[in-house]
């Protein structure tokens, strides 16, 4: 009786740690199209048809089909590129002027793969009129995250620390 109840807790739990129950972050972590108030597109693409192409990511932004910016990031910000999605810079927010410099943030994450997701981190980019431009880089969660910060108070503070991995 004990080995069927262990049996059934160990299977339990292997399914729980094995799916995301956020069907929210689910889906952010597929995003890789997003439409700014100006017109701008900016898309990120990644190929998985050989091993070295999983951890290369190309994020470009275009206009009426015309691409303005185009980069193809390996190891750049000492981040592993693979599977790379959008992820809202402030709560519902895509895109927000967080430092109010006149051009909009935005926030790209980057899947961790389950192995340390406290260790991932949202990169934000300022938005210019034909490029992104790194402004810095915040740890998330990349498996809970639904966002970078609640609210603009939180990037402002250089003491934020995200609350899944407060803990650590």
């Given at each position: 009786m004990l080995a069927k109840y262990l049996t059934f807790i160990m299977t339990l739990s292997l399914n729980v740690f094995a799916t995301n129950p956020d069907p929210y972050v689910e889906a952010l972590q597929e995003k890789r199209f997003l439409k700014l108030p100006n017109g701008n597109?900016?898309?990120?693409?990644?190929?998985?048809?050989?091993?070295?192409?999983?951890?290369?990511?190309?994020?470009?932004?275009?206009?009426?089909?015309?691409?303005?910016?185009?980069?193809?990031?390996?190891?750049?910000?000492?981040?592993?590129?693979?599977?790379?999605?959008?992820?809202?810079?402030?709560?519902?927010?895509?895109?927000?002027?967080?430092?109010?410099?006149?051009?909009?943030?935005?926030?790209?994450?980057?899947?961790?793969?389950?192995?340390?997701?406290?260790?991932?981190?949202?990169?934000?980019?300022?938005?210019?009129?034909?490029?992104?431009?790194?402004?810095?880089?915040?740890?998330i969660n990349s498996e809970f995250s639904r966002q970078i910060y609640s609210t603009k108070n939180e990037f402002m503070n250089p003491k934020y620390k995200d609350p899944l991995c407060a803990r650590r």
């Open positions: 597109e900016v898309l990120i693409s990644y190929h998985s048809h050989s091993e070295e192409a999983l951890s290369k990511t190309r994020i470009f932004m275009r206009n009426n089909g015309k691409i303005l910016w185009d980069k193809t990031f390996v190891n750049e910000y000492d981040e592993l590129w693979y599977k790379a999605n959008f992820i809202p810079v402030i709560k519902d927010k895509f895109a927000d002027d967080l430092n109010d410099d006149g051009f909009p943030e935005i926030g790209i994450a980057n899947w961790s793969g389950g192995k340390a997701p406290c260790a991932s981190s949202g990169i934000i980019f300022t938005v210019k009129e034909d490029s992104l431009q790194f402004l810095k880089k915040q740890e």
